[in-house]
């Protein structure tokens, strides 16, 4: 994870650099001795973890973090209890109270690790499944269980194993809903779930629940290429 630390006193600065080298699981990409300047690197990079103080000149850190809209997971340092409160009513990490130790910091850096590993199992199981408006309901469908898309005018039949739907809203907007390395366009008006292949023919699909579907031929060098390499 790349992480930056903004802090003015040179003592802490030394022992957060430390620290970080010492967890080897973070990657120090700039150290900032007032708020301004970690904006201005903020508006060109993108980082995953800050490293905060409170007392900055010319900025507070509190004042600072209620700046940023794509917020970093930050972790505040200082030497004052009383502005716990204010830290995590902004949804920071941790908030380490100096002096610190280094078990404390790797407490810290934990939780970070597992808040990521939260949020991007949460988005991975958000891919795989998708309430697709069908008439006037929404039905949760996982894209494991499709088998191809078929574009019928502004409308979409999603084939499952054992049911069709159809569907409202176009393909082109499932297609981009969809993963893009297991569903491949065959036609111009289907995708297929590569999965779900079970031979190819010099101008046809074999899938499953013996479903045979023709290859465009403005696809078929494309879709080779990508599902046989």
């Not at 430390?18 to 508006?43: C, H, P, R, S, W």
């Not at 930050?74 to 941790?94: K, N, P, Q």
């Not at 469908?141 to 574009?151: K, V």
Request: glycine letters at 4%; charged letters at 30%; a negative charge.
């Amino acid at each position: 994870m790349k992480c930056i630390i903004v802090e003015d006193q040179q003592p802490a600065q030394r022992i957060l650099k430390k620290y970080i080298e010492d967890i080897g699981l973070l990657t120090l990409v700039g150290t900032f001795g007032d708020a301004i300047q970690a904006m201005n690197f903020l508006q060109k990079e993108s980082v995953d973890l800050i490293f905060l103080d409170i007392n900055l000149p010319k900025l507070s850190g509190i004042s600072f973090l209620k700046t940023l809209s794509n917020r970093p997971q930050v972790i505040m340092t200082t030497a004052y209890t009383e502005y716990a409160l204010d830290g995590y009513e902004l949804d920071v990490v941790d908030y380490l109270l100096k002096p610190f130790s280094f078990e404390r910091f790797v407490k810290a850096v934990g939780k970070v690790r597992r808040n990521t590993a939260a949020s991007n199992e949460a988005e991975t199981q958000a891919k795989k499944e998708h309430f697709i408006k069908i008439g006037y309901e929404h039905i949760r469908i996982a894209f494991d269980d499709i088998i191809y898309l078929t574009a019928d005018g502004d409308y979409c039949e999603v084939w499952l194993s054992e049911k069709k739907h159809l569907s409202s809203e176009p393909m082109k907007k499932l297609i981009e809903i969809l993963d893009q390395e297991d569903f491949y366009r065959i036609h111009k008006s289907q995708v297929v779930n590569i999965h779900k292949i079970i031979k190819l023919s010099s101008n046809q699909v074999h899938l499953q629940c013996d479903i045979v579907l023709p290859i465009g031929r403005t696809y078929r060098e494309d879709f080779m290429e990508k599902f046989l390499k």
